[in-house]
C-alpha cells in the first residue's frame, strides 16, 4: 500500500482548538456557535470584510441579549464587541482631528462612548448598530470638548450661542463679501443685539494666552513675556497715607527722638548701634522708641477721630438743613 493510499483511507483529522467561524453563503454556521468564549485576534479582525464584520456583530448582540450579565461568557462577547467596532471610534475621532486635543485623548473618550453604545443597543428593533454607535460615539466626543476646552464654566446655552453666532458669521461674511456686524448677526439668528453680542463674547472665554507667552513682534515690547509685564499691588500703598499724617508729627519731636526714628526705620540700625551712634545705653534707646512711638500713635489717631467728627458734624448739618 502506498503512502497516498494510507493518507486518503486515514480519517479527517479534527482540530481541537476553538474558533469563531464568520457566516457566509457557504456555511450557515453561527460564528458564536462555535465557543462563545473566544475572542477573535486583531488579525481575524482586520482580515474581515466589512459585511462579515457586520454579520459576525449582529451573530454577537444576539448572543449578548441572551446571556445574563453575571456570566463570564457576557463579559467575553462584550469584548468582543467593543474590539469589533473600534474602527467606528477612530472613524468619528478623525472628524475632530483639527481640534487642539490630542488624537489619542479623543479616542480614548471616543471608545467610552462606544462602550455606551455596545451596553444600550437593542438588536431588537430592527436598527443598525452603526446607525445607533455613531451619534453616541460623536456626541460623547462633543461633551468632552464642550467640558474641558473652556477655560471657564460657562452655561451650555451661551456655549451653543457662541457656535450659532459663529456659524452664521461665516454664512454672512461669504454672502456680504465683508464681516457683519452685531446687528445682522442678530437678524440672522433671530435673536436681540444682546444675546447675540453675549454668544460672540463668550468665545473668548475658548482661548487663554500663556502668561510666559512672549509680545508680538509689531509692538515695543518684543520678546518680553507677559508675566513680566503684569502690575502687582504696591505694598507701600498702605502706609502711605500714614506716612503723609505722620511727617508733620516728626518734624514737631525733639531732634535726639527723631534721630531715634530715622536711624531706627529709615537707616535699618538694631537698638545697640542706635545707642552707640547717639552715645546711650541700649535700654534708653527702647524706652526713646516707645514712648516716641506711643506718643505718635495717640497724635495721629486723635487727628483720624476729629476728622471722623468733622464729618459727621457736616452730615448732621445737612440733615438738619433737611
Known amino acids: ?86 474602527p467606528l471610534v477612530r472613524f468619528v475621532a478623525a472628524r475632530f482631528r483639527h481640534r487642539p486635543e490630542d488624537l489619542d485623548d479623543i479616542v480614548q473618550v471616543g471608545t467610552v462612548g462606544l462602550i455606551k453604545a455596545v451596553d444600550g443597543f437593542d438588536p431588537d428593533r430592527g436598527v443598525e448598530f452603526v446607525t445607533y454607535a455613531i451619534p453616541t460615539i460623536s456626541g460623547e466626543i462633543k461633551r468632552f470638548f464642550r467640558d474641558t476646552s473652556w477655560p471657564l464654566r460657562v452655561p451650555r446655552s451661551v456655549q451653543e450661542r457662541y457656535l450659532a453666532a459663529v456659524h452664521a458669521s461665516d454664512r454672512l461674511e461669504q454672502s456680504l463679501g465683508r464681516l457683519p456686524d452685531t446687528t445682522e448677526i442678530a437678524e440672522e439668528l433671530h435673536v436681540t443685539e444682546e444675546q447675540a453680542a453675549e454668544g460672540l463674547e463668550a468665545g473668548r472665554l475658548c482661548r487663554c494666552d500663556s502668561l510666559d507667552s512672549l509680545r508680538d513682534e509689531d509692538s515695543d515690547d518684543t520678546g518680553s513675556a507677559l508675566i513680566n509685564r503684569l502690575g502687582a499691588c504696591d505694598p507701600e500703598l498702605e502706609v502711605a497715607e500714614l506716612r503723609v499724617m505722620a511727617k508733620p508729627f516728626l518734624n514737631r519731636l525733639p531732634e535726639r527722638e527723631r534721630t531715634v526714628l530715622l536711624l531706627r526705620f ?16 541700649q535700654m534708653h534707646v527702647s524706652r526713646i522708641l516707645a514712648a516716641t512711638l506711643a506718643g505718635l500713635r495717640r497724635q495721629i489717631e486723635g487727628r483720624q477721630d476729629g476728622r471722623d467728627g468733622d464729618r459727621d458734624g457736616e452730615g448732621g448739618g445737612a440733615a438738619a438743613a433737611d
Do not use: C
Open 1 to 86: 500500500m502506498t503512502r497516498a493510499s494510507t493518507l486518503r483511507g486515514a480519517p479527517a483529522a479534527v482540530s481541537t482548538t476553538p474558533e469563531i467561524t464568520v457566516t457566509t453563503a457557504a456555511t450557515a454556521t453561527d460564528p458564536v456557535e462555535a465557543d462563545p468564549m473566544h475572542r477573535p485576534t486583531r488579525r481575524e479582525m482586520r482580515a474581515m470584510g466589512k459585511y462579515e464584520a457586520r454579520r459576525l456583530g449582529d451573530a454577537l448582540f444576539r448572543r449578548l441579549a441572551e446571556l445574563p450579565p453575571e456570566d463570564p461568557a457576557h463579559s467575553y462577547v462584550r469584548g468582543t464587541l467593543i474590539e469589533l467596532n473600534m
Open 266 to 281: 529709615w537707616g535699618g540700625l538694631t537698638q545697640s548701634e542706635i545707642a552707640t551712634e547717639i552715645g546711650v545705653s
